[in-house]
């Protein structure tokens, strides 16, 4: 696969999915595809609170960048 973020953009602009239907799709080709322990991780504060980090960073990295191109 060339690009995994492209490709599932892609895929989901091709079926007309909303965003919470994007996301449920996902979570569950992730949880379908879980050992017991993985499935466990995800249901862990831990892994909240890591995902919720990643966000603010994701977020922080957007605004730079259109400060940068500004």
Same mark, same amino acid.
């Given at each position: ?10 895929? /989901?602009? &091709? @079926?007309?999915? *909303? ?6 799709? !996902? ?18 504060? /831990?892994? &909240? @609170?890591?995902? *919720? ?6 977020? !922080? ?10």
């Amino acid at each position: 696969m060339r690009n995994s973020y492209r490709e599932i953009k892609r895929v /989901a602009a &091709l @079926r007309g999915l *909303d965003q919470e239907t994007l996301i449920h799709a !996902l979570m569950a080709t992730i949880y379908g595809n879980c050992c017991n322990e993985c499935t466990a991780q995800l249901h862990s504060e /831990a892994f &909240l @609170r890591a995902f *919720d980090r990643m966000i603010q960073a994701m977020i !922080l990295c957007g605004e730079m960048s259109k400060r940068k191109s500004a």
